[in-house]
């Protein structure tokens, strides 16, 4: 006669499952770009007012232009180019990768690095990392209740 103990092997079982989520958080990245792109939707809309001042004002002659050719007269948004490249999903010019452990969100217009410099738009708060690091905990005892 022998005794199993089904408990152990039901335990290694879940817990190999929630290593397995933690080294391949696919699912995890994808919500995280998702709220990156609502994130970068927020800023744009507030015109940089997130964690501190809003974005400085662009000059007189820009100003004229944008209202001679029609263009959105908001800051850093006159052609909602970078804005949607930053906050829609499949939007022309965005950049985005999505790996188990990592998601990139960038913009390849010519413009986006001196527009983020001037005017910060890809600034992450300590509230933003702490919600990051929470959907990835999420989804690992998510893994580990289903196993």
Same mark, same amino acid.
């Given at each position: 006669?022998?005794?199993?103990?089904?408990?152990?092997?039901?335990?290694?079982?879940?817990?190999?499952?929630?290593?397995?989520?933690?080294?391949?958080?696919?699912?995890?990245?994808?919500?995280?770009?998702?709220?990156?792109?609502?994130?970068?939707?927020?800023?744009?809309?507030?015109?940089?007012?997130?964690?501190? #001042? $809003?974005?400085?004002? +662009?000059? =007189?002659?820009?100003?004229?232009?944008?209202?001679?050719?029609? &263009?959105?007269? *908001?800051?850093?948004?006159?052609?909602?180019?970078?804005?949607?490249?930053?906050?829609?999903?499949?939007?022309?010019?965005?950049?985005?990768?999505?790996?188990?452990?990592?998601?990139?969100? #960038? $913009?390849?217009?010519? +413009?986006? =690095?001196?527009?983020?410099?001037?005017?910060?738009?890809?600034? &992450?708060?300590? *509230?933003?990392?702490?919600?990051?690091?929470?959907?990835?905990?999420?989804?690992?005892?998510?893994?580990?209740?289903?196993?």
């Amino acid at each position: 006669m022998t005794i199993t103990i089904q408990g152990e092997q039901v335990m290694a079982h879940k817990l190999r499952k929630m290593g397995e989520a933690a080294i391949r958080a696919y699912p995890a990245m994808e919500k995280i770009a998702a709220y990156l792109m609502e994130t970068e939707a927020r800023i744009f809309e507030a015109q940089g007012r997130r964690g501190g #001042g $809003s974005w400085s004002m +662009y000059s =007189d002659e820009w100003g004229a232009r944008k209202l001679r050719e029609g &263009l959105d007269l *908001r800051i850093n948004i006159a052609t909602k180019k970078l804005m949607k490249s930053m906050s829609e999903p499949e939007a022309p010019h965005q950049i985005l990768h999505i790996g188990y452990r990592h998601v990139r969100l #960038g $913009s390849d217009l010519p +413009y986006a =690095d001196v527009a983020n410099e001037n005017r910060p738009f890809t600034r &992450l708060l300590p *509230r933003d990392r702490a919600i990051m690091r929470q959907i990835v905990a999420d989804y690992i005892v998510e893994r580990f209740k289903r196993a």
